[in-house]
């Protein structure tokens, strides 16, 4: 069982590229979530979804975008990259990310330089 | 506003004992987690507390307090490996996380 799994682990990006993220999970988990984290900040949520079909904006949403087409999978694209979108990115899931006690589970991140 | 204030970086020594301290303001209250993050790796899960009190679990201790909006990760018999970022995440009333930055812990021999 691999858990989470990320793609790619890491990238360099020119400014103004198109970018997917891809994220996939084997837990069957319903919710999942995709999170930056930046030197001197906590992570911060980007998107989220809760089942598949359906996605909510996070905290810092401007400028990616999400899909859910199925349990398993949830990319995560960049448009049009900027510099500022420099970061690591972690995707996680949860069972229901509707209920408290819910352990959050990590990807191993996938670190992005746009230039 | 929802905010969170953990300390940036403690120095502990091996075998010793230390206390990392969180505080927080979220809009609702689901229960507060603390995950361990090593250097370029992702965080991993440590502890949960939703009630008021201290949870016990081996080396590692997280304590609740509601009414004060506090918590502390307390870590017994340091080691090498337990080098690495500490991070207070309460959950808000939309069971989502927010973070804290991190505490930096650097265990010295």
């Known amino acids: 069982i691999a858990g989470i799994t990320q793609a790619p682990t890491s990238q360099i990006l020119a400014a103004g590229r198109r970018m997917t993220l891809r994220c996939t999970q084997d837990?069957?988990?319903?919710?999942m979530y995709w999170y930056r984290q930046d030197l001197g900040l906590g992570l911060r949520l980007i998107h989220y979804s809760n089942t598949a079909g359906t996605t909510g904006k996070g905290e810092v949403p401007d400028g990616y975008s999400v899909s859910r087409a199925n349990t398993d999978d949830f990319p995560l694209t960049l448009a049009s990259a900027v510099p500022s979108q420099t970061s690591v990115y972690f995707c996680a899931s949860s069972p229901t990310g509707t209920s408290g006690q819910e352990t959050q589970y990590f990807g191993p991140g996938t670190r992005l330089l746009v230039l | 506003g929802q905010n969170i204030d953990q300390p940036t970086e403690m120095t502990a020594t091996e075998g010793a004992i230390v206390q990392i301290n969180c505080t927080y303001q979220t809009s609702g209250f689901n229960g507060l987690f603390w995950y361990q993050q090593h250097a370029g790796e992702a965080p991993t899960f440590l502890s949960y507390n939703v009630l008021d009190g201290l949870e016990e679990k081996g080396r590692f201790s997280s304590f609740l307090s509601r009414s004060k909006g506090y918590s502390y990760l307390l870590l017994k018999e340091l080691q090498m490996k337990d080098s690495a970022s500490y991070l207070c995440a309460p959950m808000d009333s939309n069971y989502q996380l927010i973070w804290g930055a991190g505490t930096k812990l650097i265990i010295k021999p």
């Open positions: 837990m069957r988990h319903n919710a």
